[in-house]
């Protein structure tokens, strides 16, 4: 495997129950990139988040990541090899703080003074959160929530962060906002696998970009060139 491949999925197969949602994708995640994955509802989108960072078990295929074998591990042991998931529909701690959420987000980490560190670096990139670091988060709005999500997941240090929806139900400079954010993580040398419907928005800011239908991979390639591709704009752009 190229040293620059951070994450490699080969022929994972996934079922819920007796359905199989997954039938063998395969995808590679550069490091330092982002990465979009798109697709309709129900294409399987959240399945392959939630099975690479441990909170649904493979039927079979391989998952490595930085090189080690992480199939089947459990969520808590993806996070401590540097993996984060900022979930779809944002499931923040509603009934904790900001400040107590950000603490969870570092739960598997033991450098206390870092760790203050960086919830002050959250503050810096989310400048509304620090200003209501006591408020609970279920009191938040929407896109303060989906500011949190992403912030909640920073605090474990990860080499990879899984995004999935981020856009989803929020006004358009709130957008504007996470995904300037979202870019900039790239710069600090964490990757980003982006799951979004906004198919536009994602292919924009990625690098490459993989077109999952119904448990299937059946596009691939620079983001920039499935723009422009007539498939992609028939089905996802409205073009």
Do not use: W
């Amino acid at each position: 495997m190229s040293s620059d491949i951070l994450l490699s999925v080969q022929d994972l197969r996934v079922a819920h129950g007796s359905i199989e949602v997954l039938h063998g994708i395969c995808l590679e995640l550069q490091a330092g990139e982002i990465t979009a994955l798109i697709g309709a509802n129900g294409a399987g989108k959240t399945t392959t988040l939630s099975t690479i960072s441990g909170t649904l078990a493979p039927r079979s295929g391989s998952i490595r990541f930085r090189g080690s074998d992480i199939t089947g591990l459990p969520t808590h042991q993806t996070v401590g090899l540097g993996i984060a998931h900022s979930p779809e529909g944002r499931r923040v701690f509603s009934r904790l703080t900001i400040l107590e959420n950000l603490e969870l987000g570092a739960y598997v980490r033991r450098d206390a003074p870092e760790i203050r560190r960086d919830i002050d670096r959250m503050f810096e990139m989310f400048p509304i959160l620090s200003e209501r670091k006591a408020q609970l988060a279920g009191t938040l709005s929407g896109g303060e929530q989906q500011m949190l999500a992403v912030a909640r997941a920073l605090m474990s240090r990860p080499k990879l962060l899984l995004l999935d929806e981020p856009s989803l139900g929020l006004a358009p400079l709130i957008v504007a906002k996470i995904f300037e954010r979202i870019r900039d993580l790239t710069r600090e040398g964490i990757s980003v696998l982006l799951v979004e419907q906004n198919a536009r928005l994602a292919l924009d800011v990625s690098a490459r970009a993989y077109v999952l239908e119904t448990g299937n991979i059946v596009l691939s390639g620079v983001a920039q060139d499935l723009l422009k591709n007539e498939r992609v704009q028939s089905a996802y752009l409205g073009e």
